[in-house]
């Protein structure tokens, strides 16, 4: 079965750190480009950082320096690392692989000022 399960999702304070995993099935995943994608309440859905199957990444303006994508291709799972966590962090946190368009279930990060 092909699918994502994110994980590790809650709430913090401002300033906090989280850490997401994404563990991935059904799919070569060394072989796969991944991504964390977000979408707060009454927004659309936004990039927040990529990784290549090489280990390049990528990061949207608003998280770089603040949190950081990895992945362990052992475990088939990609991670996300946020620090220095602000309200407007607040949102559903989704998993993708672009190749086979294939989105997780999400997972609800909440930030409280």
């Known amino acids: 079965q092909v699918q994502l399960v994110e994980s590790g999702g809650g709430l913090v304070q401002t300033g906090g750190s989280l850490r997401l995993s994404c563990e991935a099935s059904g799919i070569i995943f060394s072989v796969n480009n991944m991504g964390w994608y977000r979408q707060a309440p009454g927004k659309q859905r936004e990039l927040v950082a990529t990784?290549?199957?090489?280990?390049?990444?990528n990061y949207a303006d608003s998280v770089k320096g603040r949190f950081t994508i990895s992945r362990d291709n052992a475990k088939n799972t990609v991670y996300l690392q946020m620090d220095s966590l602000k309200p407007e962090d607040t949102a559903v946190y989704y998993c993708?692989?672009?190749?086979?368009?294939?989105w997780g279930q999400g997972t609800q990060v909440t930030v409280s000022s």
């Open positions: 990784i290549t199957r090489i280990g390049i990444k």
């Open positions: 993708y692989v672009p190749s086979s368009q294939l």
